[in-house]
């Protein structure tokens, strides 16, 4: 009797608790993976937000100059999975400069698979919108950089903004007569793809590495990953962030051995001494860089290794830190 008096309170509370785990349990499986990726630095008076577009997976035998088992050493040595493919950062930078909103890549959009095209959504939480986006200037034409330019149905995702692409950059995808099936055929088609509505609303511009496109904006010239790859150097007063673009596609890696290159550089050679130039001269110069494939945000410094000036560490900038360009070398 007594048993029975309390049979029914107790089945309720094991109703409720029952109840509650399944709420808990779908409340975790609700939850949103990240937050969304962006990440504020001040350069001077100019703002820069990174961008997360996403990650993709390189796979370990892209990488051409060494025996995988250099390649494995390296990724241990930096507490990275050493039997898979290596994840890879998908970056791009937003600089307010005046009443000038300048993008630097516009992530993969829709061409790379899930993992990419976060780009729009992380432009709107920061605080901004594509539409008043006024400069889009690409490092490269390469389709984790470009693919985001377009929307689903190939429209301007930058409605405002005049393209900008390096003269050499645009000879390559557009000049060259490729209608074959070779493997940079798809390459060749998502470029001229996701410039053709800039094109179209001449709202397309080509200029020479070296040159100065805004007033603290200098465009340097870093050929080799693609013909006309550019990297752009953002002054303003004492301040300053270098964006490199495809420089880098693996820190681990590529840090420690430069001249390691990838299967998608154009030119192995020159990209290898592009890097090594590049690295030498931000490494002594205590330039903040800021680059499409390293960790998100992908803004830190680069220090040469003790006794071995061919050797590099990636040094990333501690969250909320201050902008500290070539000054804090004074
Ligand atoms: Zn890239």
Same mark, same amino acid.
């Given at each position: 009797m007594i048993a029975a008096r309390f049979a029914r309170p107790a089945r309720f509370v094991q109703t409720l608790l029952l109840s509650l785990g399944f709420i808990l349990i779908s409340a975790a499986q609700a939850a949103p993976s990240q937050t969304p990726g962006f990440y504020r630095i001040n350069i001077g008076n100019f703002t820069v937000t990174a961008l997360h577009d996403g990650r993709t997976q390189i796979p *370990?035998?892209? /990488?051409? &100059? *060494?025996d995988n088992s250099v390649i494995r050493l390296l990724l241990a040595r930096a507490f990275l999975p050493i039997t898979r493919d290596l994840n890879t950062s998908v970056n791009a930078y937003l600089v307010q400069m005046g009443r000038h909103l300048v993008l630097i890549d516009a992530g993969g959009g829709n061409c790379l698979g899930p993992g990419l095209g976060q780009l729009h959504n992380n432009i709107r939480a920061a605080g901004y919108s594509p539409d008043t986006v006024d400069m889009v200037l690409m490092t490269h034409l390469h389709s984790d950089h470009a693919c985001g330019l377009v929307d689903d149905e190939g429209?301007?995702? /930058? @409605?405002?903004a005049t393209l900008w692409v390096t003269k050499d950059e645009a000879s390559h995808w557009l000049s060259r007569d490729d209608t074959g099936q070779n493997n940079d055929h798809a390459a060749f088609k998502i470029a001229r793809l996701s410039i053709a509505p800039y094109i179209t609303a001449k709202k397309f511009k080509t200029f020479n590495a &070296?040159?100065?496109?805004? @007033? &603290?904006l200098v465009s340097v010239a870093t050929p080799g990953h693609t013909p006309g790859h550019v990297s752009f150097l953002f002054t303003s007063g004492e301040h300053s962030l270098f964006i490199w673009g495809?420089?880098? #596609?693996n820190h681990a890696v590529q840090l420690s051995r430069p001249d390691i290159s990838i299967e /998608?550089? #154009?030119?192995q050679q020159q990209a290898i001494a592009t890097r090594q130039e590049i690295l030498d001269q931000v490494a002594q110069k205590r330039t903040l860089v800021a680059g499409a494939h390293l960790p998100f945000p992908g803004i830190g410094h680069i220090r040469a290794e003790t006794g071995n000036s061919a050797t590099y560490q990636w040094v990333p900038i501690e969250f909320g830190q201050e902008a500290l360009g070539a000054a804090a070398a004074k």
């Amino acid at each position: 009797m007594i048993a029975a008096r309390f049979a029914r309170p107790a089945r309720f509370v094991q109703t409720l608790l029952l109840s509650l785990g399944f709420i808990l349990i779908s409340a975790a499986q609700a939850a949103p993976s990240q937050t969304p990726g962006f990440y504020r630095i001040n350069i001077g008076n100019f703002t820069v937000t990174a961008l997360h577009d996403g990650r993709t997976q390189i796979p *370990q035998r892209l /990488f051409h &100059g *060494q025996d995988n088992s250099v390649i494995r050493l390296l990724l241990a040595r930096a507490f990275l999975p050493i039997t898979r493919d290596l994840n890879t950062s998908v970056n791009a930078y937003l600089v307010q400069m005046g009443r000038h909103l300048v993008l630097i890549d516009a992530g993969g959009g829709n061409c790379l698979g899930p993992g990419l095209g976060q780009l729009h959504n992380n432009i709107r939480a920061a605080g901004y919108s594509p539409d008043t986006v006024d400069m889009v200037l690409m490092t490269h034409l390469h389709s984790d950089h470009a693919c985001g330019l377009v929307d689903d149905e190939g429209k301007m995702a /930058f @409605p405002k903004a005049t393209l900008w692409v390096t003269k050499d950059e645009a000879s390559h995808w557009l000049s060259r007569d490729d209608t074959g099936q070779n493997n940079d055929h798809a390459a060749f088609k998502i470029a001229r793809l996701s410039i053709a509505p800039y094109i179209t609303a001449k709202k397309f511009k080509t200029f020479n590495a &070296g040159e100065t496109l805004l @007033p &603290g904006l200098v465009s340097v010239a870093t050929p080799g990953h693609t013909p006309g790859h550019v990297s752009f150097l953002f002054t303003s007063g004492e301040h300053s962030l270098f964006i490199w673009g495809d420089i880098v #596609h693996n820190h681990a890696v590529q840090l420690s051995r430069p001249d390691i290159s990838i299967e /998608f550089d #154009h030119d192995q050679q020159q990209a290898i001494a592009t890097r090594q130039e590049i690295l030498d001269q931000v490494a002594q110069k205590r330039t903040l860089v800021a680059g499409a494939h390293l960790p998100f945000p992908g803004i830190g410094h680069i220090r040469a290794e003790t006794g071995n000036s061919a050797t590099y560490q990636w040094v990333p900038i501690e969250f909320g830190q201050e902008a500290l360009g070539a000054a804090a070398a004074k």
